[in-house]
């Protein structure tokens, strides 16, 4: 079954707004993961937040993670056309090797 | 590097057709898996592999084989097609000590 689930299932902005896409999931993690999907294409990893770890940045990107609401969110700042496409959370469950994916959030950044 | 190679790009089967879906990495990474995509979903894990000669049952098992007898490739057989079979399969890659995943470009299958 699917563990984690993004919130909205699509969100459309204007370039140059910031874009923050949620994730929950169920059971206690060893790491959390963003992965973006751009349309017809492979998934391409962007942050991994390990359980022990509440904030992470990669360049405009900034993941933060509360075990305790067993929740994340991924803020994209000063979005651009090309960050449109798919973006998934994925999950490593404790104990366990691979990785469950949720349904993804739809980004559309309109110039 | 090429990274990880899938083929073929887009395939058509009639239902009880078989065949084998490629998938070769040249990253030299033990872990290696196989998820389908179907629209509005996430990815759902079929098989994986954390060495040669080692595969293990993903969420989505059943209508597929695998086998891993090298660390390059790691191929996934659909032994009889059955339309609830149409979708798009990935094959990821990493190594045993990282979790962060390497995607090919995608297989689409249609099932008819």
């Known amino acids: 079954s699917q563990q984690g689930e993004e919130d909205p299932q699509a969100l459309s902005i204007q370039e140059g707004e910031n874009a923050t896409m949620n994730c929950s999931y169920k059971?206690?993690?060893?790491?959390l993961q963003w992965y973006r999907q751009n349309s017809g294409r492979g998934l391409v990893h962007l942050i991994l937040?390990?359980?022990?770890?509440r904030e992470k940045h990669s360049g405009r990107l900034r993941v933060t993670l509360d075990t305790s609401k067993k929740s994340s969110s991924l803020l994209i700042t000063a979005s651009r056309a090309a960050d449109t496409a798919s973006y998934f959370c994925?999950?490593?469950?404790?104990?366990?090797?691979?990785?469950?994916f949720g349904k993804g959030t739809m980004l559309l950044v309109s110039p | 590097n090429a990274g990880v190679t899938q083929t073929p790009k887009f395939q058509v089967l009639k239902t009880g057709q078989s065949m084998t879906l490629q998938c070769a990495q040249d990253?030299?990474?033990?872990?290696m898996s196989w998820y389908r995509q179907d629209p509005g979903m996430g990815l759902r894990l079929i098989h994986y592999?954390?060495?040669?000669?080692?595969?293990d049952q993903g969420e989505v098992p059943n209508g597929y084989n695998v086998s891993r007898s090298t660390t390059e490739d790691f191929p996934l057989r659909l032994l009889s097609a059955a339309p609830s079979q149409t979708s798009v399969y990935f094959c990821?890659?990493?190594?045993?000590?990282?979790?962060?995943?390497?995607f090919g470009p995608g297989t689409r299958l249609t099932v008819t």
């Open positions: 937040i390990r359980s022990n770890e």
């Open positions: 994925a999950t490593v469950p404790s104990g366990y090797s691979t990785l469950t």
């Open positions: 990821a890659s990493r190594p045993l000590k990282s979790h962060e995943q390497y």
């Open positions: 990253m030299n990474h033990e872990y």
């Open positions: 592999s954390v060495g040669a000669g080692i595969t």
């Open positions: 059971t206690s993690i060893n790491n």
